[in-house]
């Protein structure tokens, strides 16, 4: 699709009633999140439109609506999709939310990050850190961080197995040695 035939490609306001929930949303938001997200808003502002279909009903914002109706908010910025058929909108609603979770973190400069924002006396909760959430953080390269494989190699010995287990793990992978 060309940037010229972007569906959503203007910023309005709409009255935020005038907004309604995708019924078969699959996303749950709970009240600390959304508790979360309105902080940022008072924080930065409104910093990203709602995805809106033609008739009103919510293709992606979900969280932030209910943030902004927890805010008391009478408008707010949305996108209109328009031309979108409905198979496009149900699979965006699925997508807006997925791919954001599809990408990692290099944690090396997580840390550095969150520590000076920490050290210049900013709430890194405010952007959904806290200390338990920064110790759980994996020590995996962020282009393996959220996937998971399980590899199968048959090893000759076990000085042959040992050699290789201590190779993968230097190399920051999580190993298993199942004797069969």
């Not at 959430?133 to 393996?144: G, H, I, K, N, W």
Request: aromatic fraction near 6%.
């Amino acid at each position: 699709m060309e940037p010229n035939s972007w569906p959503a490609d203007r910023v309005e306001r709409w009255p935020i009633d005038r907004l309604v929930p995708y019924a078969r949303n699959a996303r749950t938001h709970s009240d600390a999140q959304i508790e979360q997200v309105a902080a940022s808003i008072r924080e930065w502002g409104w910093t990203n439109p709602v995805l809106v279909a033609e008739d009103g009903g919510i293709i992606a914002g979900h969280c932030r609506v209910l943030a902004g109706k927890q805010l008391g908010l009478a408008e707010v910025p949305v996108m209109l999709a328009r031309g979108w058929s409905e198979t496009q909108k149900r699979a965006y609603v699925l997508a807006d939310n997925q791919l954001g979770l599809n990408a990692g973190w290099n944690p090396d400069l997580l840390r550095l990050e969150l520590s000076e924002l920490k050290g210049l006396d900013f709430d890194v909760a405010l952007i959904g850190f806290d200390d338990e959430s920064e110790r759980a953080m994996p020590d995996v390269s962020p282009q393996l961080s959220g996937m998971q494989y399980s590899v199968v190699v048959r090893c000759s010995d076990e000085a042959q197995q040992t050699e290789l287990l201590a190779r993968l793990e230097g190399e920051g992978l999580r190993c298993e040695a199942l004797i069969t």
